[in-house]
């Protein structure tokens, strides 16, 4: 089992950062996947970013065109920590983001934390 919890979420005005954090814990060794989701009012859950963990050393990133050049994730092993950095944020990012671990295809293994409320101010 894998416990994940996301934290660093808030209100912001358009054009702010904020930094997004995801804490793993449990058999975190056996996790080959982080993404990022975020789920706006009235809207389905979608694919943020997302980090493929066993790729080289800092891992191997991809993203959502929506986001592309905005947001940067990265991970610190030591830490068994996973990170959203989102910058020159819009109104439309307004959501609650979720962290969420795979270790293997099943659904057994996929993980998601609780969510962090990221809103976004005009």
């Known amino acids: 089992q894998v416990q994940l919890v996301e934290s660093g979420g808030g209100l912001v005005q358009a054009g702010g950062s904020l930094r997004l954090s995801c804490a793993a814990s449990?058999?975190?060794?056996?996790?080959?996947?982080m993404g990022w989701y975020r789920q706006a009012p009235g809207k389905e859950r979608e694919i943020v970013a997302g980090?493929?963990?066993?790729?080289?050393?800092?891992?191997?990133?991809y993203y959502a065109e929506s986001v592309k050049g905005r947001f940067t994730v990265s991970r610190d092993n030591a830490k068994n920590t996973v990170y959203l950095q989102m910058n020159s944020l819009k109104p439309e990012d307004t959501a609650i983001y979720y962290c969420?671990?795979?270790?293997?295809?099943?659904?057994?293994?996929?993980?998601w934390g609780r969510g962090t409320q990221v809103t976004v101010s005009s």
């Open positions: 980090i493929w963990l066993n790729v080289g050393s800092t891992g191997s990133t």
């Open positions: 449990g058999r975190t060794s056996s996790l080959y996947n």
């Open positions: 969420k671990g795979s270790s293997s295809s099943r659904t057994v293994d996929q993980y």
